[in-house]
C-alpha cells in the first residue's frame, strides 16, 4: 500500500518561492531513496533532486542553488524547497521513492503531481 501524495504547486511569479510536500505511507521513508522529477507537456520527465537512504543529494544542474531536497522521517514526507524560480521551471512535480539514480526507470512508485506555473 504504497502511496506518495505531493502538494503545494501553484502559481507562482519569477523570483518566488514555493515548498512542494510529498506525503508517503506504506514504507519507511528513510530506507528508500527519494526523487523529485518535472515533466512539462510534451516533454521527457526529468529527475529535479534526488536524495538517498543516507541523505546523499543530487540536483540537476538548472536547479541547484536554488532547489532544497530534505526529508522529515518523522512525518514520513518528503520536501523540495524551491526558491528564485524561473518559468522554465513551470512543469508538473512528481515525487517518487526507488533506488538512488538519476534515470526514471528506477523509481518504483510515484505520486500524482503537482503542476507549477512561474509566469508574470
Known amino acids: 500500500q504504497v502511496q506518495l501524495v505531493e502538494s503545494g504547486g501553484g502559481l507562482v511569479q519569477p523570483g518566488g518561492s514555493l515548498r512542494l510536500s510529498c506525503v508517503t505511507s506504506?514504507?519507511?521513508?528513510?530506507?528508500?531513496?527519494m526523487g523529485w522529477f518535472r515533466q512539462a507537456p510534451g516533454k521527457e520527465r526529468e529527475l529535479v533532486a534526488a536524495?538517498?537512504?543516507?541523505?546523499?543529494?543530487y540536483y540537476a544542474a538548472s536547479v541547484k542553488g536554488r532547489f532544497t531536497i530534505s526529508r522529515d522521517n518523522a512525518k514520513n514526507t518528503l520536501y523540495l524547497q524551491m526558491n528564485s524560480l524561473k518559468p522554465e521551471d513551470t512543469a508538473v512535480y512528481y515525487c517518487?521513492?526507488?533506488?538512488?539514480?538519476?534515470?526514471?526507470?528506477?523509481?518504483?512508485?510515484w505520486g500524482q503531481g503537482t503542476q507549477v506555473t512561474v509566469s508574470s
Open positions: 517518487a521513492t526507488g533506488r538512488y539514480a538519476i534515470i526514471s526507470e528506477y523509481y518504483d512508485y
Open positions: 506504506g514504507f519507511t521513508l528513510n530506507t528508500y531513496a
Open positions: 536524495i538517498s537512504s543516507g541523505g546523499d543529494t
